[in-house]
């Protein structure tokens, strides 16, 4: 069966754009999850999704980054007024049903800030 | 903070050997461990997983030993393979919380 897949593969943006960043999970997972991967560095926790609600959102660095689902399956990871530091690959993972569940990872967006 | 660490960031062993990669934690409330395998221009894949119950988990020549006391764990893969070479993350979880290690690059070569 298909995996989570993630668009676009690459994004490369201006300083102060707008950017959004897709995500397909898993069909029939209800846990989605989004992680940021800077270089050199291992994924780290932005946001939590169970179903169509932000269950964690604890890991969003400030309130320039928001994410939705509102269906419970796709999530958009917008992020507004880039930075360069928001330079970094962003990966979603889908799993079952909450984080006891395995969590199965997309090909990442890498996104590049001018 | 980094509560998960993964001190060597590449490793390189002959094909047919054993590869040992380890990875230390801070956080005593993390019940449990995972590994984590990635390509080049992939996500990171599922690999093997323990529980804080157990202190050893085998998955064909995948093999995940954790020490509670030394908060300390690691992956051994044995016979190596060159198929084998990609970057290994290892994670913790603990209420709702996963946090990745860095990674550690392994090489095998032929």
């Known amino acids: 069966g298909a995996g989570v897949s993630q668009t676009p593969s690459n994004k490369v943006t201006e300083k102060g754009k707008y950017v959004e960043l897709r995500c397909d999970p898993i069909?029939?997972?209800?846990?989605l999850y989004w992680y940021r991967q800077s270089l050199g560095q291992g994924p780290e926790f932005l946001i939590y999704f169970q179903g169509t609600g932000a269950a964690d959102d604890s890991g969003l660095p400030n309130d320039r980054f928001f994410a939705v689902r509102p269906e419970g399956s796709v999530s958009t990871l917008k992020i507004q007024r880039t930075e360069r530091g928001d330079s970094a690959v962003y990966l979603c993972?889908?799993?079952?049903?909450?984080?006891?569940?395995?969590?199965?990872f997309g090909p990442g967006t890498r996104l590049t800030v001018l | 903070d980094q509560q998960v660490k993964q001190n060597s960031p590449s490793l390189s062993v002959q094909e047919g050997r054993i590869s040992i990669l380890n990875c230390d934690y801070t956080?005593?409330?993390?019940?449990?461990f995972l590994w984590y395998k990635k390509y080049p221009a992939e996500g990171p894949t599922f690999l093997i997983s323990?529980?804080?119950?157990?202190d050893k988990n085998e998955d064909g020549r995948f093999t995940v030993f954790l020490n509670k006391s030394a908060k300390h764990l690691s992956l051994h893969i044995v016979p190596s393979q060159p198929g084998d070479s990609a970057v290994y993350f290892c994670a913790a979880s603990a209420n709702n919380d996963m946090r990745f290690g860095a990674g550690t690059r392994l090489t095998v070569k032929p």
């Open positions: 069909s029939g997972h209800t846990a």
């Open positions: 323990i529980s804080s119950i157990k």
């Open positions: 956080n005593s409330m993390f019940d449990y």
């Open positions: 993972a889908s799993s079952l049903r909450g984080w006891t569940d395995t969590q199965y």
